[in-house]
């Protein structure tokens, strides 16, 4: 069965979090297996990673920027791969999804940080504010084509 895992930051209202939980209800109706991470709940351990076929990424807008939390675990995914040489944790589908307060420039910095990890499958989803229902939908959609991406 194919691992999907969902790894996302959500902190202030739980915005980013509603998309993940869509997110991984599109790819469990697609036939994956998910689990989903909050990094706001703790550390996610890089070691772990190597054994999901793909992954969903998703953040709040901080300052332009992904959230701490998920930025920790690409630090840690590039010492573990440049340094420690570990592998799996390169070339793998994956999509991002993210939400703002107005702005939204996260998005160029997540479509830069996360191409080390493999190949960005559709179009990243955003939502201004809490995601309604049209915008679940496309969640819901996008894990359903990043599950289907899986020869
Ligand atoms: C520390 C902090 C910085 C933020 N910076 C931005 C920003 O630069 N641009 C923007 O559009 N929204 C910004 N926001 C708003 C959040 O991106 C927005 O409320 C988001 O939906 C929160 O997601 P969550 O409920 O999943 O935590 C910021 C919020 C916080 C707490």
Known sequence: MTKALVLYHSQEYGNTAAMAKAIADGLREAG???????TNDGRFDVNQFPQYDCVAFGSPDYYSYIA?????????HYIADVRDGLD???EKPY????????GGRVKDAMERIFRRVGTLIGEPVGSRGKPDEQILQTCR???EQLAKSIP
């Open 88 to 90: 799996g944790l390169r």
């Open 32 to 38: 994956c297996e998910v689990d989903s991470f909050n």
């Open 95 to 102: 999509i991002l999804f993210y939400s703002h307060g107005g």
């Open 68 to 76: 701490g939390g998920l930025k920790t675990f690409m630090d840690d």
């Open 141 to 143: 959609a996008l894990g």
